[in-house]
């Protein structure tokens, strides 16, 4: 696994705007592609979600999602110091549940199979319309590649975890529209709290569909924010 610095990702500054993050870079505030998926959520899942705030209360609610979401980004940073070469096994505390559940996708999705780095942590946008933060970009398993990294409380099936395919099938588009790649593939690497490891693949023609899903979002998107 090396560093390939072939793409010059640019600098961004995130900033909250009507509650919602937005990225400013190429002359404009551009809208996070998580903000796109919020917004054109389906009543179905708003529903949903509604639904288990009430069954679990909503104090409870945002404990269980302010929890995930520091374990989250505590899991992805150990991840981005093992892509940068600075993750060190000796400090592996038995209680520290983001640091195994990270190793968990180093082992088992990371080592041998992604073979080089273009960027962590980068920035990536479509022009006029688009911005987000791609977790790898590089080559995996032969294919030029776009990687998303997800913990979870419990293991996921494909069919619920549609907003993620449409997030790297957003990023792929994005990053071959501005650089002219041939990103063909999206992978999804998952670690459960307690520790199970899952991997979601999608490419070519299914990623192409999900890359015409999203652009179908984001055009509902500016219709519904320019009401």
Not at 108 to 130: D, F, H, M, Q, R
Request: hydrophobic share 35%.
């Amino acid at each position: 696994m090396e560093w390939n610095n072939k793409f010059t990702y640019p600098k961004s500054t995130r900033s909250i705007i009507n509650g919602s993050r937005h990225y400013a870079l190429d002359g404009s505030n551009l809208p996070s592609v998580t903000t796109i998926l919020k917004v054109t959520q389906s009543e179905e899942d708003k529903a949903g979600l509604a639904a288990w705030k009430e069954r679990v209360g909503h104090k409870e609610a945002e404990r269980i999602k302010n929890e995930a979401s520091n374990r989250g980004s505590s899991m992805h940073s150990y991840i981005e110091q093992f892509l940068s070469g600075k993750f060190n096994l000796d400090l592996l505390d038995e209680e520290n549940k983001s640091k195994k559940m990270a190793l968990e996708i180093i082992d088992n999705g990371l080592k041998n199979k992604l073979s080089e780095i273009w960027g962590a942590e980068a920035t990536v946008y479509y022009p006029g319309k688009y911005a987000g933060t791609a977790d790898c970009i590089g080559v995996y398993e032969g294919k030029e590649t776009i990687l998303d990294f997800k913990q979870s409380n419990k293991p996921k099936k494909e069919e619920y975890i549609t907003d993620y395919f449409l997030q790297i099938a957003a990023y792929s588009l994005a990053h071959n529209t501005v650089y002219n790649s041939k990103i063909t593939q999206g992978v999804i690497l998952l670690c459960t709290v307690d520790g199970l490891f899952q991997d979601f693949i999608i490419k070519d023609n299914e990623l192409i569909n999900f890359q015409k899903n999203f652009l179908e979002k984001v055009e509902q998107f500016y219709k519904k924010i320019r009401r």
